[in-house]
T-cell receptor, first 112, second 114 residues
Framework: DAGVTQSPTHLIKTRGQQVTLRCSPK?????VSWYQQALGQGPQFIFQ???????QRGNFPDRFSGHQFPNYSSELNVNALLLGDSALYLC???????????FGPGTRLLVL | AQSVTQPDIHITVSEGASLELRCNYS??????LFWYVQSPGQGLQLLLK??????LVQGIKGFEAEFKRSQSSFNLRKPSVHWSDAAEYFC????????????FGQGTTLQVKP
């Protein structure tokens, strides 16, 4: 049984560019949440998707957007990248909203 | 506002010694509480969780945690630490209502001396 998978594992972009990160949830899970983890910090909640809609959002600007597909996989898009967007981006899936979240290995984004 | 505080940024223990990592939370309702572990460059692995019931919960890898409502704490313990336990540990709180947002502490880095 595959766990949560994310792609790519690493990514380097320059300021102003746009990036798309991908996540496939654990089998049987229908809810996907995204977190940003800056170096030396705990993860910060970006948003959560359920039934292909954004259900809850953390304190992140509109440059951060997402999508959930009918197969429950999800994408995180970040526009107009800033140096401060450099972080580990973690995807977590759960059987339903509020249930235990299981995390993927993350995508390490470096913005130069 | 909801928050999680892990007072110890870095802890060093000898292999075989006992371990306690502290976690204090601020939350207005009954919280869901979690401990996750992160090895360098990796994602988060769930160690244990508390939703309700027995306030002493057992997790994987020999870890346990105790929920103390009066102290707003959820400390993680292990009776005998192994070198492979060296990692970063995160405490998190979630709403007991139908939402999925987790609020994490800043983490505690555990170093294990041989």
């Amino acid at each position: 049984d595959a766990g949560v998978t994310q792609s790519p594992t690493h990514l380097i972009k320059t300021r102003g560019q746009q990036v798309t990160l991908r996540c496939s949830p654990k089998s049987g899970h229908d809810t996907v949440s995204w977190y940003q983890q800056a170096l030396g910090q705990g993860p910060q909640f970006i948003f959560q998707y359920y039934e292909e809609e954004e259900r809850q959002r953390g304190n992140f600007p509109d440059r951060f957007s997402g999508h959930q597909f009918p197969n429950y996989s999800s994408e995180l898009n970040v526009n107009a990248l800033l140096l401060g967007d450099s972080a580990l981006y973690l995807c977590a899936s759960s059987k339903a909203r509020g249930e235990t979240q299981y995390f993927g290995p993350g995508t390490r984004l470096l913005v130069l | 506002a909801q928050s999680v505080t892990q007072p110890d940024i870095h802890i060093t223990v000898s292999e075989g010694a006992s371990l306690e990592l502290r976690c204090n939370y601020s939350y207005g309702a009954t919280p869901y509480l979690f401990w996750y572990v992160q090895s360098p460059g990796q994602g988060l692995q769930l160690l244990l969780k508390y939703f309700s019931g027995d306030t002493l919960v057992q997790g994987i890898k020999g870890f346990e945690a105790e929920f103390k409502r009066s102290q707003s704490s959820f400390n993680l313990r292990k009776p005998s630490v192994h070198w492979s336990d060296a990692a970063e540990y995160f405490c998190a709180v979630g709403a007991s209502s139908n939402t999925g947002k987790l609020i994490f502490g800043q983490g505690t880095t555990l170093q294990v001396k041989p």
